[in-house]
């Protein structure tokens, strides 16, 4: 069965440095998502992206955060100056299309910032 | 903005019982419900879903129901065994039809 996947599985930064967490999703899928879990607690959407553009972001998408699909098969979260509260589990999702709704999640960042 | 809220926090139901968690959503406009099993450390994995245009889904043990005029719908697990135990996430398809949202999860725990 496809599978999207993540690198690295856990990264250890000091806050304020940048960071890149990597995802390459399933190959026929159109729409990406980054989505996020701080420990405990339940999965917060940051960011859709479709057609080389961000469709939509939430409040926590703050201009520390981008995504870049740089190549045909990578899409990337970079977080630029990485605070303490940053300090989660990343999980990247795809799909196919809008009409399929049924998200693919990887097996996730745990992002520890220290 | 959409918004999801998931009952209870917690559930802890002896093998073999049912289980029942339920789930609110606050836009009208949502059309697509999946429900979502986490364990321990693992990434989220839909279990099952249903459309506005159906009241319920059944997948052998676990079924959904839906009722769009109270927006409400809920995940019934039948003769649960311990590996049903893990947190389950309710969601609803967000207004722009290109986000999913999560409810707050509900610790289910099956007790041998």
């Known amino acids: 069965e496809p599978e999207v996947t993540q690198t690295p599985s856990h990264q250890v930064t000091q806050m304020g440095q940048e960071v890149i967490l990597r995802c390459v999703p399933i190959s026929n899928h159109l729409y990406f998502y980054w989505y996020r879990q701080i420990l405990g607690q339940k999965v917060e959407f940051l960011v859709s992206f479709y057609n080389n553009e961000i469709s939509e972001k939430s409040e926590i998408f703050d201009d520390q955060f981008s995504v870049e699909r740089p190549d045909g098969s990578n899409f990337t979260l970079k977080i630029r100056s990485t605070k303490l509260e940053d300090s989660a589990m990343y999980f990247c999702?795809?799909?196919?299309?809008?009409?399929?709704?049924?998200?693919?999640f990887g097996s996730g960042t745990r992002l520890t910032v220290v | 903005g959409e918004n999801v809220e998931q009952h209870p926090s917690t559930l802890s139901v002896q093998e073999g019982d049912s289980a029942v968690i339920k789930c609110t959503y606050s836009d009208s406009a949502s059309n697509y419900f999946p429900w979502y099993k986490q364990e321990l450390g693992k990434r989220p994995q839909l279990i099952i879903d249903i459309r506005s245009n159906v009241g319920e889904k059944k997948d052998q043990r676990i079924a959904v129901t839906l009722n769009k005029t109270a927006k409400h719908f809920s995940l019934h697990i039948t003769e649960t065994q311990p590996e049903d135990s893990a947190v389950y996430f309710c969601a609803a398809i967000g207004t722009s039809y290109d986000k999913v949202i999560f409810g707050p999860g509900t610790s289910l725990s099956v007790i041998p």
């Open positions: 999702a795809s799909s196919e299309s809008l009409q399929n709704y049924g998200y693919t």
